[in-house]
């Protein structure tokens, strides 16, 4: 098994500290908190949980949270967000998670994708399948391959420049390096302006078709009992409901 090495997005110094400023708008997840309501998940695992985002969201609405990641970088900034102490924080994937029981575990914001080792993706399903409870639920998100949403994603549609409080002007674009089948690689390209240093992040997402995802969960023993639009990115993802049976 190939463990998750996080990206330079989420790790580097520099660039982890302007992540949640660069992707200011995240209503993407007022969807699975809404979801997590519906399904009355109390007890709720953020795999990928990143800058702590959801984690956070969900503290806020009364629920107990632990949120995992590999990447030192963004838990830490997790850590320092206002109200962090209310979240379990986990160093490492969900292939390592300790024992626990929830009600709910998600991947949101395509997490899913960002597991491209076969070994390591069937490691995270089995490792979250002992995490849940009976009947509890695992919902995440990934793109639908027929899209091709990676045509998007180049300097011409993604260029920007943000004004970041305490940093200054970022220049900052996406490009596709490579299409390899499933597997789609790219790179981030980040300029800051008050020093005029560039970083760049490469990162690799693996683009599965539906069938391939049930197939997987069902080997792994989850029912799965819904499959959902993304109602913010109709017709680009694929949302995935899988219960452990009861």
Known sequence: MVACMPDDIF?????VTIYDALDPDRSDLDVYAAIADELGARRVLDVGCGT???????????LDVTGVDPASGSLGVARGKP??????WIHGDATTLPPMQVDLATMTA????AIVDPMTWEGTLRRVY???RPGGHLVFETRVPAYRGWREWNRAASYGITEIEGVGAVETWVEVTDVSGPLVSFRWTSVFGSDGEVLTSDSTLRFRERDEVEAALVAHGYLVSDVRDAPDRPGRE???FARRPD
């Open 83 to 88: 109200g962090a102490e209310r979240v379990r």
């Open 110 to 113: 395509n997490v899913a994708q």
């Open 130 to 132: 002992d995490a849940l």
């Open 11 to 15: 790790e580097h110094p520099r660039l």
């Open 52 to 62: 702590g985002s959801f984690a956070l969201l969900l503290a806020d609405h009364g």
């Open 238 to 240: 694929f949302v995935f």
